[in-house]
């Protein structure tokens, strides 16, 4: 067992894990912090996509001890963060089975808090590790391009 600290959506935690735990496991089961899904398992899908440090990370390829001192946002923190960025995801139809939709908007949100009025290839280019089945990502493009007129910096 490993003695890890990280703070989480705000919160300063230490935690005992397993050298063999993934942070995805870490967030989802010891955390119940179940926003975040695991798709793929392997780093392809995007669907476990979290903030750490301030970039987007696929949570099922950083083990549990690599986050120790970081800085972690889930998408259960966006309430607080970037409601503004939910509610656009809403508005302009960027959710369908939502699957995807925490590890997009957790790809979007590591974007926006970079830069605040992103061109389309910027866009594309911080979505390209997420993959929708659903929407054509035409609407979460649109969705993203709206909130980022919207979010107070």
Do not use: W
Not at 29 to 43: H, N, Q, S, Y
Not at 105 to 110: N, P, Q, R, T
Not at 145 to 152: G, L, R
């Amino acid at each position: 067992m490993n003695k890890i600290t990280i703070n989480i959506n705000g919160e300063e935690r230490t935690l005992e894990v397993k050298s063999n735990l993934r942070l995805l496991d870490l967030i989802r089961e010891d955390l119940a912090l179940t926003g975040t899904k695991e798709g793929c398992g392997v780093g392809e899908c995007g669907a476990c996509t979290v903030i750490m440090n301030g970039e987007a990370v696929n949570s099922c390829l950083v083990m549990a001890t690599q986050a120790d001192g970081a800085t972690i946002e889930t998408v259960e923190n966006l309430e607080k963060s970037a409601p503004e960025l939910q509610e656009s995801f809403v508005e302009h139809g960027a959710i369908q089975c939502g699957f995807c939709t925490p590890g997009m908007l957790m790809s979007a949100k590591a974007l926006l808090d970079k830069v605040p009025n992103p061109s389309d290839m910027q866009i594309k280019t911080a979505l390209e590790g997420n993959m929708c089945r659903c929407t054509g990502y035409i609407p979460i493009m649109k969705s993203v391009k709206e909130a980022s007129k919207k979010i107070k910096k």
